[in-house]
């Protein structure tokens, strides 16, 4: 499990668990579920097209993601949120059908962007993977202030003058950049999962803001290991860990949260 | 006309039965979609297709019926997203969110067993994509009954449901139960998405559930109009994509047509553009949701 040809996974791994603890933090603050689910189908659209075209996957990941980022913030100003982003996350993905129709991708290629390859992660890859993730991390303490001002009190926020969005657009491309990270490791539709469940669990348990992230990037590295090293002992796609694990943690959470409600209460 | 219409599109029973079996799902979907639309569900919608795949993999490795592991792999779903708490418009983000996540790893289990347990490729992508050209004629039956039966619940609940989407103190106030109508809603989206994820495919389930309701929705100025202009905005989207997938097989020398979800989502994504220029054209005073028709 710790032998060498496992430690770009375990190293990669590390790297999604805290970008991933990080950013769905505030993709649960602010109830941007949809958009954290929307963007990683786009990325993947994206790969299927660098496929096509032959050029790096990644490139591919990034640039969709960033579309669908930019397509959901662009539209939503429009009209309702949700609907803006239904309609982008069809959109990519009628373009992921058609590149993947017209290239010939190998089954078990597809099979690894969606559900993920933890050990197809390179060396040559984790260079790239470690610079957009420490450039998504710095983004976000850039404008940590107006983005958990945002996300807490959004009157409160416009009153003061901070341009909503802005921020908002700023917070998309930011979760475009680390999904398109997450991708080649837990797959598209894992993603989602990751930045969703742990979080989730974490703001039910932490009161304060900060230490909830944090309780969020722990949770998540919990998630990412178990997962890894399950995945590696049983032999079964770490997608299927992620989610279990996830969701396992949030329902945990609201039992532990229930119960202090009623030992406080009596 | 063969310039539009390719050699053989009027005697090919696969394009009939794709014309038949799109063009009921597109109904059902718009008629559907209009309220999911209206009660800001369109995540839930889309997440159940997924939930609703989960289940059709499931089915596909134990070796039952298809259609019975998406529609009850949805309607599960949708209990347990009522069950976390999709009823509270805060926490239905992340019971949403929770249930998709949960369903997706359990999508990426069984499509794995079943890749290693059988030697049949392309299930991933048959259960994901989908493709209305491999529907069967036997499946209209099924299709026909399930879209009757989902027709009239909405039939049934229509009055309570559209107002409780509009005002929930209101609603509240005339003595709707409206916990129940949430949860009958959710299990005739559910019924609705499964069947239209397993015909047409993942993608074009969302896309007509939200695509077609929510360009009416733009211009309609009542409920029952837009439920019908919807209907027909995804039934011209459906046919039209049929048509031109079938044709791009003439389009290039090397005969590989497109997936018809890249053309029906195209139309859709141009009907709502056109849509939101007419709507800007009238001048219309921007509402969330249009009136309610006959109230006083």
Known sequence: MFSSFMTNAWLSGTIVALLAGVVGFFVVLRGASFAAHAIPNGAFAGAAGAYLIGVSPLLGLVSFALLS??????????????????????????????????????????????????????????APVLILGVVSVGVLAWFYRPLMFTSVAPELARARGVNATLVDVAFLVVVALATALTVPVVGALLTFSLMIGPPAAARILVARPGWAVAGSVGLSLVTVWVSIGASYAFNLPIGFFVGALGATLYLGARVVARRRVVRSAT | MTWLFEPGWWANGTVRTALVVGGIVAVTSAVVGIFTVMRGQSFAGHALTDVATAGGAGAFLAGVGPLLGFVGGGVLGAGAMDAIGVQRVKGRDIATGVVLGAAMGLAALFLFLSARTSSATGATQLVLFGSIFTVSPSTLPEVSWLSGAVLVTMALVARPLLLSSLSVELAAARGIRLRAVGLIFMVALAVAVGMSAIVIGAILSTALLIGPPASALRVARRVGSAVALAAGLGVLATWVGVLLAYDSYYWSASHRSLPVSFFVVVVIVAEYALASVLRRRTRRVPTAVVEPEGWT
């Not at chain 1, 129709?101 to 050990?119: D, H, K, R, W």
């Open chain 1, 69 to 126: 980022a930019l397509g959901i913030g662009m539209t939503s100003r429009r009209t309702r949120n949700d609907v803006a982003t239904a309609l982008s996350l069809v959109a990519m993905l009628a373009l992921g059908a058609a590149f993947l129709s017209v290239s010939l991708i190998y089954e078990p290629t597809i099979n690894a962007l969606l559900f993920g390859e933890i050990l197809g992660v390179s060396s040559s890859q984790l």
